[in-house]
């Protein structure tokens, strides 16, 4: 390994995630594959070229530095939607490029009337509407003065999706919020229709939203953290095992990341390892160092207790994380030497450390943790 450490992203688990979720979804809703974070720590430009090639042609990202990098590595072949943040500068690059985008407020959308009717080309927008999560979608009030520029300016734009999101589908204890949300989402569509604007399509579900309440799926699904083989809760997943009957996950990690050992060291009884006194050797050991740390994005609150593999063997972190750098006992690890091969992620001989398990140590989401791993670091696809 070149590299301080590498990530490789498994091509058939992905497949294998890919045929699942479009198994369950049918071949009538479009499955976007949401690749904001970095493609949730996977790295966006090696995952999104490994995704087309397992038949995804469809993109969410937040805003317009990620749409620029699956275009720059895509082109024109998938369709791309911004959800978050579009500057009024960078109006003219997505309308141009044909970039799809979420429009919550007024200013936005008068922008995109503006660039569009600039540049003789329609925008094309998702409307994005507010039931109950409070945090973007045009309020209720907003609606009709949204309806009558959507009317009044058709020349220049496209009403392609009518969208909204869930506050929490992955918890039961929001079902009534939720189920509030898809009331009203039902209500605001409806309203739209009587106003003789049907949207192309309308969407609403994340990946928890489009197991715990499939009637959420309706045109297309965005669906993020399944697709990168994790559930979003253990809620939703034990949720698709009881609708199954089965006890099967169906989803495998496409992610693992790997480093090497640096350095071996032995310590004495009584010495502390790393800064300050968070952990003593109460035995003759032998520490490995690995070159990871959390300028890498492996959390500090790891810290004595994260496991890595190292010869299909669990290891614990002793001490702290550092910036650059951690120890793990392998005082039971007679031939572990330096340059032997590192598990931080993945799996090796028998053993593997999962996302999950990793996260359930720090109480971190799947999510968080995934988003936090370097982007400098290398990916490569393995098949
Ligand atoms: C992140 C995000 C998603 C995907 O969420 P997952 O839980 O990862 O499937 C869908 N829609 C919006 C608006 C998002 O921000």
Known sequence: MHTNSLIELNRSAYQNNIDFL?????????????????????????????????????????????????????????????????????????????????????SRLTQAIKTAKKLNKKAILHIEVETGMNRTGFDKNELNQVISLLQKRKEHLLFKGLCTHYAGAESIDNYYRVDKQIKKFEEIYQYFCKNDLKPEIRHSACSAASIMFPQTRMDMVRIGIMQYGLWSSPEVFVTYLNSKKSKIDPLQRVISWKSTIMSIKKVNIGDFIGYGSSFMAKRKMKIAVIPIGYCHGYSRSLSNQGRVLIHGQRCIVVGSVNMNMMTVDVTDIDIAKKEDEVVLIGTQKELSVSVASFSDFSNQLNYELLTRISKAIPRKIIE
């Not at 976007?32 to 090696?46: C, D, M, R």
């Not at 090639?53 to 072949?77: P, R």
């Open 22 to 106: 479009k198994k369950t979804f049918g071949k009538k809703v479009v499955l976007s594959s949401v690749v904001k974070g970095n493609a949730y720590g996977h790295g966006v430009q090696e995952f999104v070229a490994m995704a087309f090639q397992c038949g995804i042609n469809h993109f969410s990202v937040f805003d317009v530095e990620e749409a620029k990098v699956v275009k720059a590595e895509l082109q024109d072949k998938v369709t791309i939607m911004i959800m978050g943040l579009v500057q009024d500068e960078d109006m003219e690059w997505v309308i141009k490029n044909n970039v799809e985008f979420f429009v919550f407020d007024k």
